[in-house]
């Protein structure tokens, strides 16, 4: 394991409900008929290993995933795949066989694939092959201390690279994804990013009117056809993602993601078993939502997006 990976991986080995199941349904049973779909945590494939042994543990982790949900289909409706854009070949064939062959509702990768950005012109044969599929990329995020908050330092500290790190990092790679075009290439395709969309729905006025004049503070690179290439407003594609409600209970946080996504792209998520279930439902009670809005954000959005009886 990379000394890198060395904090997130002792924070996730004190997590019991991770890899006990009994601890895992005792805490689902706090909310009453509570499922979850199941993905991989971090870190990611493309960190842990080489491409080759990336793409065995892909196949290997998704066995287990789509075994646990068979097992227990009152717990978990559906699992995410997981695979190692290390090498993006094999890891469409994975994609393939976790869809096609063990019933993945989607497919999880990160906000950089070894510090490779997603708009990389390697990575298109990936976005293609889930536009084809018609199923959901889940977006997580994901940064070590070892990218240093100041360049004095020589890392990150108080643990400010997961704090305000990740939200960044999902934030820049929305970004980035948008100004690709990918959108206007694959206008069907559905990601969800994970704490309700990072940082652009608080800062939808500099995304917005701010980078409408995206260029005039750049002289060392032009920018200046980059507007004009998409089809549509920016704004428009930044709400074409949709976003899970994991924001550890936050009800400033929650009303602030629903206005910017709208209550049709917000999905019920805990970040369970390390973010609170009872607290993120408290927070979608809090705010008295109608009936139908309320149902749509707790299960009917996932429902349509996963395609789920």
Known sequence: MSPALR????????????YDLDVRFRDMDVVEDYRQVISLPNPSLEECASPAVGREL?????????????????????FVAGISLSDVGTALEEIDRAINQLGAVGVQTYTNINGLP??????????ARMAKHERPIWLHPTRTAAVRDYESEAKSRYEMWWCFGWPYDTSVAMARLVFSGLFDRHPDL??????????????????????EVLGSRTTDED????????????????????????????TTALQCGLDFFGSDHVVFATDAPLG????????????????????????ENARKLLRLS
Do not use: W
Request: aromatic residues 12%; glycine residues 8%.
């Open 276 to 299: 609170p279930i009872r607290k993120t439902v408290d927070a979608i009670n809090h705010y008295g939502l109608e009936p139908k809005t309320r149902a749509a954000i707790l299960s």
């Open 190 to 211: 559905k990601i969800i990013t994970h704490h309700l969309g990072g940082m652009i729905p608080y800062f939808d006025g500099r995304v917005g009117p701010g980078l």
């Open 223 to 250: 920018y200046s056809g980059v507007m004009s290439s998409l089809k549509r407003p920016h704004m428009d594609y930044f709400r074409m993602f949709y976003a899970d409600t994991a924001m550890f209970g936050s």
């Open 58 to 78: 892909a196949r290997v982790a998704n066995d287990e995933l789509a075994e646990l949900c068979a097992k227990h289909p009152d717990r978990f409706v559906g």
């Open 7 to 18: 904090n997130i991986t002792r924070r996730l080995q004190s997590v019991k409900a991770l």
């Open 118 to 127: 997603l708009d990389e012109p390697g990575f298109a044969p990936f976005f």
